[in-house]
């Protein structure tokens, strides 16, 4: 099994003087090729990898199409049973690589896997970009294992384990290129932020399985190209989030489900004036008008989607975090 570990990279020579090394030296590997894929960086981050990596192969792209349209460009020129799509802030640990291969060798059902992500800079922490393993409630919103919305938990190895999950963060997101092909690869209008979450439900739709192996370990700083607190991020993320329940929910949801999550957002959006955060409350605004103007393409897409039922395992995150007060995963309940 050859596995390509391609990490996309703008403007990041810090990041990649400081993360690549651990990336080398644990991933010395039979089968293993290391990839920068260059989304049209304007400093020297491919000049520093040419001089210091010369054994890394550089994927230059024509332009910065954000993750999914780089990670699309990149990868048609990346030849792997697997792709290992790695964030350029990201530290990995010694036989991180291990029980990934494994799990993919003899589960050929599994299609995507991540691994366990914790906080860089606070390593007992759970990340939030991925924790051990996505999920999203009826209404779309998404959670994780170890980080339900901002609350993350310690690691004390109660995810050390192999689990079905719903979605594997962007973050390091591993997934058989037969698999990514077969679904087109991201939908590279969202840009960034919950692309791999639509390409996940993608991939539940024709019955794939999508694992988190938690005896994999990785650290991640997060918000490094786009800041956590960013409106950019706030836009993104409410617009993808409305953008992938058009594409996949189930004919019989889809209005009802829609609806709701509009009046939700709205909420969120006075939440954050109540905040003092207006500039957040606009960006949701902005999110749903953006959200129209990308409907009629969006429905197009949804035609040769196959929509399945089972999408997801809890009701509402929103009522179990803010009104029953359940802060932690295993203290949800389906209602």
Same mark, same amino acid.
């Given at each position: 099994?050859?596995?390509?570990?391609?990490?996309?990279?703008? =403007?990041?020579?810090?990041?990649? /003087?400081? !993360?690549?090394?651990?990336?080398?030296?644990?991933?010395?590997?039979?089968?293993?090729?290391? %990839?920068?894929?260059?989304? *049209?960086?304007?400093?020297?981050?491919?000049? !520093?990898? $040419?001089?210091?990596?010369?054994?890394? $192969?550089?994927?230059?792209?024509?332009?910065?199409?954000?993750?999914?349209?780089?990670?699309?460009?990149?990868?048609? @020129?990346?030849? *792997? #049973?697997?792709?290992?799509?790695?964030?350029?802030?990201?530290?990995?640990?010694?036989?991180?690589?291990?029980?990934?291969?494994?799990? !993919?060798?003899?589960?050929? =059902?599994?299609?995507?896997?991540?691994? +366990?992500?914790? #906080?860089?800079?606070?390593?007992?922490?759970?990340?939030? &970009?991925?924790? &051990?393993?996505?999920?999203?409630?009826?209404?779309?919103?998404?959670?994780?294992?170890?980080?339900?919305?901002? =609350?993350?938990?310690?690691?004390?190895?109660?995810?050390?384990?192999?689990?079905?999950?719903?979605?594997?963060?962007?973050?390091?997101?591993?997934?058989?290129?037969?698999?990514?092909?077969?679904?087109?690869?991201?939908?590279?209008?969202?840009? &960034?932020?919950?692309?791999?979450? #639509?390409?996940?439900?993608?991939? $539940?739709?024709?019955?794939?399985?999508?694992?988190? %192996?938690?005896?994999?370990?990785?650290?991640?700083?997060?918000?490094?190209?786009?800041?956590? &607190?960013?409106?950019?991020?706030? !836009?993104?993320?409410?617009?993808?989030?409305?953008?992938?329940?058009?594409?996949?929910?189930?004919?019989?949801?889809?209005?009802?489900?829609?609806?709701?999550?509009?009046?939700?957002?709205?909420?969120?959006? %006075? +939440?954050?004036?109540? /905040?003092?955060?207006?500039?957040?409350?606009?960006?949701?605004? +902005?999110?749903?008008?953006?959200?129209?103007? @990308?409907?009629?393409?969006?429905?197009?897409?949804?035609?040769?989607?196959?929509?399945?039922?089972?999408?997801?395992?809890? $009701?509402?995150? %929103?009522?179990?975090?803010?009104?029953?007060?359940?802060?932690?995963?295993?203290?949800?309940?389906?209602?």
């Amino acid at each position: 099994m050859k596995i390509a570990i391609v990490i996309l990279n703008w =403007n990041g020579k810090k990041l990649l /003087e400081k !993360f690549i090394p651990s990336v080398v030296k644990y991933s010395n590997l039979p089968n293993i090729e290391l %990839v920068v894929a260059d989304n *049209a960086s304007t400093d020297d981050s491919i000049k !520093f990898i $040419k001089e210091n990596y010369p054994n890394i $192969k550089i994927v230059k792209n024509i332009k910065n199409g954000g993750y999914a349209k780089g990670y699309n460009d990149a990868l048609q @020129h990346i030849t *792997a #049973d697997v792709y290992a799509l790695v964030n350029s802030d990201i530290e990995v640990t010694e036989g991180w690589l291990n029980p990934i291969i494994s799990t !993919f060798e003899n589960e050929h =059902n599994t299609s995507i896997i991540q691994p +366990k992500i914790l #906080d860089y800079k606070n390593k007992s922490k759970f990340e939030y &970009a991925g924790g &051990a393993g996505g999920f999203i409630d009826k209404y779309g919103y998404p959670y994780c294992r170890g980080r339900i919305f901002t =609350n993350l938990e310690t690691d004390i190895k109660q995810y050390d384990d192999v689990a079905e999950i719903f979605w594997a963060s962007g973050a390091c997101f591993f997934i058989r290129s037969s698999v990514f092909n077969e679904l087109g690869g991201f939908d590279e209008s969202y840009f &960034a932020h919950q692309e791999e979450i #639509d390409l996940c439900w993608r991939a $539940k739709n024709l019955q794939k399985t999508i694992k988190y %192996v938690g005896t994999s370990t990785v650290f991640h700083v997060g918000g490094a190209t786009l800041k956590e &607190a960013s409106p950019r991020k706030t !836009f993104l993320n409410f617009r993808n989030s409305l953008l992938t329940l058009t594409k996949n929910l189930p004919q019989n949801e889809l209005i009802s489900i829609i609806f709701s999550r509009l009046v939700l957002d709205g909420i969120a959006g %006075v +939440k954050f004036l109540l /905040e003092l955060q207006p500039m957040h409350t606009l960006a949701i605004v +902005k999110a749903h008008f953006s959200f129209y103007y @990308h409907l009629p393409k969006t429905l197009k897409k949804r035609k040769i989607i196959i929509q399945k039922n089972n999408y997801y395992a809890l $009701k509402s995150i %929103v009522w179990n975090y803010y009104v029953l007060g359940k802060k932690t995963f295993n203290k949800l309940t389906k209602h």
